[in-house]
């Protein structure tokens, strides 16, 4: 079943023509990744599915309900939850903090406990600092709590924009561990990634995006093979 259709979308930021012509189709229980080098518009396609930007023309459709335009904490409320780039933790505040703040939308204070227990328990290190000073964490516990928020407003799709920026291999390598065992408990999820060679090592389906268009688009393990990809994307 497609769960998040993005069909022919065109964004603009005041003149600068950002995406021409975007489609994306996400089915229930994938992961598919978005990747392209800087600037090819990427985490403006997130941002647009997210509700903080428009698009002038085209439709997003999520479980048959075109969301194009609709604000942000809706589209939270039907199930769509992004990680932005960057982490953007507040900074000051506590772990328990930032994870209840994701919880903000929801009032059914038993599931809440649950989900946070659920965070707790595949984040331990988020358990362990729960009443740190999030500004303290190292940057893959930012990241990991910033994925912990996320999951604490129960998304049906979670996306996620360059989970893997600034941080060191193995940490890469947790993250993305981490990324996929969320998969397969249930939550679908659209993935913003550079590290191509980590993205498709874990994706279902690809995009491929440069300046704005899609310009290849396949089974995740076809495109890590071609020729093509791994010259542009994958270094060598
Ligand atoms: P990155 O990895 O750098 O985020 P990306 O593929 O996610 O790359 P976008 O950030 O979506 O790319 O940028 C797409 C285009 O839109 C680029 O040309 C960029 O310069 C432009 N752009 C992005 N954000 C803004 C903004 N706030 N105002 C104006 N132009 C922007």
Redesign the pocket.
Known sequence: MVMLKVDNINVY??A?H??KGISVEVKQGEIVTLI??????????L?TISGLLKPKTGQIVFEGQNIAGVPAQNIVKLGISQVP?GRRVFAHMSVLENLELGAYLRSDTKEIKEDMDKVFSRFPRLGERRSQLSGTLSGGEQQMLAMGRALMSRPRILLL??PSMGLAPLLVKEIFSIIKDINQTGTTILL?E?NAHMALSIANKAYV?E??RIILSGDAKELAASEEIRKAYLGG
Not at 36 to 45: E, L, M
Request: charged share 20%; aromatic share 4%.
């Open positions: 930021y005041g600068i950002a995406l392209g080098a800087n600037g090819a518009g990427k985490s403006t396609t941002r780039e924009d360059e913003v550079q995006l300046t704005g």
